[in-house]
């Protein structure tokens, strides 16, 4: 035995949760507060992930200067605390996912937490959903650099007892991927979330694939590298 705890460090949007249309809306009602376009929905799927300045600098139009940035990334969030005060930021969970983090306790996993979203965000997301108390380490872009930088891994192992031998990253996107290579952790990539398989599996190939009902069942013999397919 190695002495350190395995932990299973979860990505949020995309991957927990659903959180794709409140996403969307905030943007849009970020880049009208500057008297822009807003991008196109794809365009916002393909940044979710990372950090709101870095997702807000790669959708700006040609153009527009990296000035624009604050005052966008202002109103997104005021737009997305509004619309989660009166009920209209909807972030479902993916079906199985609380049955899936049962048997990943179950098999021995410490669960953690490593999103773009800022730590209040992350928060009133597990407060929606019964999760608060559920993770043992919490860690956002806010407080550490965001993906695919490995500074959010590196912490939760910290935090965790856990080390990158029994540490596995799971996630929807290449950010995610990209976030445990440089932290020397496993990598699995869900295929419900909002990079296609293809594009997640850049930094790292996948292995096999496979469904939430299998996954629970074969947790415990998790290869380097995964692929979930939803159910």
Not at 131 to 155: E, I, N
Not at 186 to 203: D, E, F, Q, S, T
Request: with cysteine.
């Amino acid at each position: 035995m190695s002495g350190f705890n395995r932990l299973a460090l979860f990505d949020c949007d995309g991957t927990l949760v659903d959180s794709q249309h409140a996403i969307i809306a905030a943007m849009a009602a970020g880049f009208a507060a500057q008297g822009l376009a807003p991008p196109q929905d794809e365009a916002v799927r393909r940044q979710v992930g990372l950090s709101l300045d870095v997702a807000i600098l790669g959708l700006l139009p040609e153009g527009v200067g990296p000035g624009a940035v604050a005052g966008i990334a202002a109103a997104y969030k005021a737009a997305f605390f509004e619309n989660r005060e009166r009920g209209g930021a909807v972030e479902p969970l993916y079906p199985g996912l609380v049955p899936a983090l049962d048997a990943l306790e179950a098999a021995g996993f410490l669960l953690g937490i490593a999103t773009g979203k800022s730590h209040r965000g992350l928060v009133a997301t597990l407060e929606q959903h019964g999760l608060s108390g559920r993770f043992l380490t919490l860690q956002t872009a806010d407080r550490a650099a965001g993906k695919p930088a490995p500074d959010m891994a590196l912490r939760a192992m910290a935090e965790a007892g856990a080390d990158p031998a029994t540490t596995v990253v799971i996630g929807d996107t290449s950010y995610d991927m990209m976030m445990a290579r440089a932290a020397g952790a496993a990598a699995l990539g869900v295929a419900w979330g909002y990079h296609a398989p293809k594009i997640c599996w850049r930094p790292v190939p996948p292995a096999f694939a496979m469904t939430m009902p299998r996954f629970r069942r074969r947790w415990p013999r998790w290869s380097r590298c995964e692929v979930l397919d939803a159910v």
